[in-house]
């Protein structure tokens, strides 16, 4: 089972919590307002810091209509995906630079390795995706020094996610400020420790 895996591991030196229950209290949708139906291209949407400096955050708020969320000190999202989100700007959502509380609702794409790239979610602390409909497995890629350099708190509970933990989650170095990485109610099995 992961839970015993990830409790006798010390890879994640900060990793206080593992949750395999379900959360008390899920997140609530709350709908995006989102009128605008067109798609970036892809150019303008690659989730790094040099994009992101060059307004590939704005756009991305822009087209999923959170705009009014932004704060260049940082900020939170809470919504359910536009129904008209294209593949690109899933991706992209990487580039929301300081960002740092990302809940998401409703039904929602595979989780994409672009995500990872670069240090994407520069200031991102939270990532809650607890209770949307969300299948697929856990990107291995995810695993990288540069990616989610703030992330504590990572909520998968709820949702139809399967396969193993990517192996490489588990290296020194990965998700160093992971507090809490929940799990329950999903079909995510344990690895083997290395």
Known sequence: MCAEFWQTSTVFPLLLTIVQTAPEHPAEPVPANSTSNQSLPPSSLAPTPANASSGCEL???????????F?????????????????ITWQSLGCLNTLTNLTLTGSLPDLPDSWAANNSFAALQVINISSASLAGSLPNSWASTLAFPSLKVLNFSVTQLSGTLPPDWGQRGFFAELEELHLGMTDITGGQQH
């Open 71 to 87: 704060n260049p000190n940082g900020y939170s999202v809470t919504a359910a995906l536009p129904l008209n989100c294209s593949s």
């Open 59 to 69: 756009d991305v708020l822009n087209t999923l209509g959170w705009q009014q969320a």
